[in-house]
């Protein structure tokens, strides 16, 4: 049995590297003192770094993210610290990086016991990334993460409503995905928590959601926020007959808070071999009849 902590995080105005750096490990210090083991924030989390810079460039979507890039070093290095001396997995959500050939990615990067493990990026953008923001894909595809908890993979938000790739990271043997979500409409909430209970379903593996939260005028990338945490697993035999293990009971709260959730991978394992149905193996099966015809 592990524990999990998703976090409702609601974007708030930290002006200084000191207050944020207090604001993370105050969050963190919170969940591991109730024996979580793995930590997850949400898409964008850390662009909450924004609020140091100047009003006039936080407020600037462009120059929001070109202001970030200085300060991340030493955001690597506190979350890296944190899931060190807290001895537990800490993916403290994404944010806007400058990559090697000029290109802004959505990444994301998990960081353990032993140090940072890797980083996800996002794959699919969403209109506003991609129109407005000028965000692109990742270009080195999925990966997963051996942990002491198991094999972990990364869906950012709308990748997650992408039936294929949450079937590429099963593939590869991942049993936990997590989905750290930003979401602005109650309808885009819905999108991701339909699209994280789908991949639990299709695949027999346990989703955990993470969304940021609140109203935040000050930032135009993470202004309105609107979502729910949750853990779900494929519904049969042993697990939750509505697939849904633990959800967030506020749809925006005011404060940031965490969803904790106990899970035994070994049973949502078990189901794949003795469920009332073999979603994972027949998908497969029906897939292999199928391509042919393509």
């Known amino acids: 049995m592990i524990r999990l902590a998703a976090c409702q995080y609601a974007i708030e105005l930290l002006e200084t590297w000191d207050a944020y750096a207090a604001h993370l490990t105050e969050l963190c210090e919170a969940a591991a003192a109730r024996g979580s083991q793995l930590l997850l924030l949400p898409e964008y989390a850390g662009l909450v770094l924004s609020g140091q810079l100047p009003p006039d460039e936080r407020s600037d979507l ?13 955001w690597r290095d506190l979350c890296e610290s944190l899931a060190r001396r807290l001895r537990l ?44 923001w000028n965000i692109v894909g990742g270009r080195e595809g999925l990966r997963t993460f051996d942990t002491a908890l198991g094999r972990v993979g990364v869906l950012i938000c709308y990748d ?25 409409t109650v309808a885009g909430f819905h ?28 930032s135009p990338a993470l202004d309105e926020n609107v979502g729910r945490a949750g853990l779900f ?62």
């Open 191 to 218: 999108r991701v928590r339909v699209g994280a209970q789908a991949r639990a379903l299709e695949n027999q593996v346990a989703v955990l959601q993470s969304p940021t939260v609140g109203l935040a005028p000050w």
């Open 62 to 74: 462009q120059g929001s993210i070109a202001g970030i890039q200085p300060l991340i070093p030493a």
């Open 233 to 294: 697993v494929p519904p049969d035999r042993g697990m939750p007959a509505d697939g849904v293990v633990a959800q967030s009971s506020e749809l925006c709260p005011a404060l940031s808070q965490w969803l904790y959730a106990d899970l035994d991978l070994e049973e949502v394992r078990r189901v794949r071999s003795h469920g009332q149905v073999f979603i994972r193996r027949d998908w497969l099966e029906q897939w292999q009849v199928l391509e042919p015809r393509r």
């Open 89 to 132: 997995y800490l993916l403290p959500g994404s944010l806007p990086v400058l990559d090697s050939d000029g290109q802004y990615r959505n990444r994301a990067w998990l960081f353990g016991p032993e140090g940072c493990l890797g980083y996800q990026d996002k794959l699919m953008m969403t209109r506003f990334e991609r129109e407005e």
């Open 160 to 184: 997650s409503e992408f039936p294929l790739l949450g079937r590429h990271l099963a593939e590869a043997g991942a049993d936990l995905i997590l989905v750290p979500s930003c979401t602005d």
